[in-house]
């Protein structure tokens, strides 16, 4: 079932106050007045989300980076993305009677993001759309599971050994036939060349699509100045070229095809949102006591029922509270940890309901703490304690201590980055005593 809510899960808020935070700031360091206790997060899993929007909606906004590729790990199994876009005329050198066509090319920036094995030669496929995405009439959006038709003969393919001296200069070869038409199009000042509208209703736009077979994943810049269909033409003097390019007036049309098939490891469970896999239920070989995940393109993210802590009596006081999760050190290092992680609102279902926020309405947020010479001490750290003391306050809290850690919303469709954790899940509670 599509997870309509998540899409607001940026915009929407669940702000929290509390009066007796500041009493603690200046007694955590003093041993005398605080008293720590650790709760083992017992109740964690991981989860994985139906659907989440790969797309930007109608408001003038743009992607920034699109991610095509595919790659297969111990982790999460078998993940690939696609990306399609809209293009649309954007001039170049005019075409005359006098010119002669040439050939016709697809052109992209890389960006320097890339996962997986590059050692590899990758193999692409461009196809023409048939059809434009259908957008979410809610919304406006489109997901990663949207299905566009496309014509099943490619307009061309194009193998790289995917090393930065390459990416960077990724340029596909296409039918000729397709260029001819174009050629002419732009020669004759034809309708569909001085209407954008009526271009995009012409020629619907495209998807590249790796192969099954590929070992990696890459991102390249989505710019009107980084992705192109060239046309290359000549005079008796000179070589020239004309393009097509996306428009932010099209972007909506612009998104990722997403699909993790996760065969062959613990989170082949996962066939739907409700379901959760249990920290100790993704016990493996290298994960002997259990496994939690969250990582972007694929959809997993950790779920947690946060132990409700005693509140104390009048002498004693929450005044800080933070979750702790110590990453899996791994050997697959071609695939990195997030820079952060977010905090959301769920429920028994497994929704992604809200953003949990700071009273200054800025996201709750976990980093990485890093430890010099001792990478088994490194440790994301989020520091809850305004909500979770409004938490441990309300008459309901055991309905309401449903939070999901995810690597942050609007990465899910742009990084693979990935969390991975083998420790169960602890939460700090330090408390204040005074007189």
Known sequence: MKNLVFIFCLILCWACNNDVTSIGQDLINDDSYVELVKFNIENSSTIKLDSFPTSTAKTGSELYNLIVGTIEDPITGFTATQPYFSLVPAGGDPISIIHRFDSITFNIKYNGQIWGDTNQIQTFYLHQLTELPVLDEQNDL?????VTPYDATPLGSYQILPHSRNLNRFCMRLDDSLG??????VKYNDVYITNNHYFVQYFKGVTLIPDNNNTCIFGFSAAADSISIQLHFHDAENEKVYKFSPSVAYSEYTYERQHNDATGTPYAALTKQTENLLFYEAARTDARYGQLVTQGLSGYAIKMRLPIAPAGDKYKT???AEIELRPQPSSYREIKLPETINLYQ???DNDLISAITKPDGSAITGTLIREENRPEEERFVINITDYYNTLC?????DTKNYVIISVPADLMSGSFNRLTVD?????NIYYASYE
């Not at 489109?142 to 949207?146: A, G, P």
């Not at 001819?180 to 199009?185: H, N, P, Q, Y």
């Not at 420790?423 to 939460?427: A, T």
């Open 423 to 427: 420790r169960i899940p602890v939460l």
């Open 393 to 397: 306050q309300s008459n309901d809290a």
């Open 180 to 185: 001819l038409e174009l050629f002419d199009k």
């Open 346 to 348: 769920s429920n028994s």
């Open 142 to 146: 489109l997901y990663n599971t949207t």
């Open 318 to 320: 929450i005044v800080k």
